[in-house]
C-alpha cells in the first residue's frame, strides 16, 4: 500500500439526514463545524438533506419530500408550462 495517501483526518462522523432525523456513524475526511452527542459519544456531525433512509428509491414512496418543499415548490410552478407542452 502506497504511504500518505490517506486524509489525516480521516474519522468517524456522524450523518444527519435533516428530512427525517436519523443519524448513521461513517469514517469521513468531511470538513465540519458542528459536533452531535450519538449513543453516549460526542462526533462532528454532517448534515445532509437525503440519505437512504428518505430517498424514494430505497423507501418505495414515489413523492420526494424535502425540508423546504422545494420539489413540490417546482413541481407546481412547472406543471402549468409542462401541460400546455403536452397539448
Same mark, same amino acid.
Given at each position: 500500500?502506497?504511504?500518505?495517501?490517506? &486524509?489525516?483526518?480521516?474519522?468517524?462522523?456522524?450523518?444527519k439526514d435533516m428530512?427525517?432525523?436519523?443519524?448513521?456513524?461513517?469514517?469521513?475526511?468531511?470538513?465540519?463545524?458542528?459536533?452531535?452527542?450519538?449513543? @453516549?459519544?460526542?462526533? &462532528?456531525?454532517?448534515?445532509?438533506?437525503?440519505?437512504?433512509?428518505?430517498? &424514494?428509491?430505497?423507501? @418505495?414512496?414515489?413523492?420526494?419530500?424535502?425540508?423546504? @418543499?422545494?420539489?413540490?415548490?417546482?413541481?407546481?410552478?412547472?406543471?402549468?408550462?409542462?401541460?400546455?407542452?403536452?397539448?
Amino acid at each position: 500500500m502506497k504511504k500518505d495517501i490517506h &486524509p489525516k483526518n480521516y474519522r468517524l462522523v456522524a450523518f444527519k439526514d435533516m428530512s427525517n432525523e436519523h443519524v448513521f456513524l461513517c469514517r469521513s475526511a468531511v470538513n465540519t463545524k458542528e459536533t452531535i452527542e450519538f449513543e @453516549g459519544e460526542t462526533y &462532528p456531525v454532517y448534515k445532509m438533506e437525503i440519505s437512504n433512509t428518505s430517498h &424514494p428509491f430505497y423507501t @418505495g414512496k414515489m413523492k420526494l419530500v424535502d425540508t423546504a @418543499g422545494r420539489v413540490d415548490k417546482f413541481m407546481q410552478r412547472y406543471a402549468k408550462h409542462y401541460d400546455k407542452k403536452k397539448k
